[in-house]
Nanobody, 127 residues
Framework: QVQLQESGPGLVKPSQILSLTCTVSGGSITTALYYWHWIRRPPGKGLEWMGAIGWSGVTVYSPSLKSRTSISRDTSKNQFTLQLSSVIPEDTAVYYC???????????????????WGQGTQVTVSA
């Protein structure tokens, strides 16, 4: 049973970089055919897919966030990391990491689109 756990600061100032790490246990992030995703839920809104890194290290991003988003991994620690630059208050959300078999999502997503989720971590962008 794979488990995911997000970690990172809960408060980020505007214009700074939001950095979160997802630690995976019970499975390897290099296992073929799996993609490791970052997803967020702003207050009062639905789930928003941000991007993913695949088992081979390939990355894919949401077009709306691509210019500010970077996803990387540390295979020795079985972790993958999200960096979102130039944050604004509208980036305030609960951020989740998740595992799925698809690389890219467009449009609305639901929890069932992914087979494993972290518990989520609240990030607030505020001065």
């Amino acid at each position: 049973q794979v488990q995911l756990q997000e970690s990172g600061p809960g408060l980020v100032k505007p214009s700074q970089i939001l950095s979160l790490t997802c630690t995976v246990s019970g499975g390897s992030i290099t296992t073929a055919l799996y993609y490791w995703h970052w997803i967020r839920r702003p207050p009062g809104k639905g789930l928003e897919w941000m991007g993913a890194i695949g088992w081979s290290g390939v990355t894919v991003y949401s077009p709306s966030l691509k210019s500010r988003t970077s996803i990387s991994r540390d295979t020795s620690k079985n972790q993958f990391t999200l960096q979102l630059s130039s944050v604004i208050p509208e980036d305030t959300a609960v951020y989740y990491c998740a595992r799925g078999s698809r690389a890219y999502y467009s449009g609305p997503i639901v929890t069932a689109d992914f087979d494993s989720w972290g518990q989520g971590t609240q990030v607030t962008v505020s001065a």
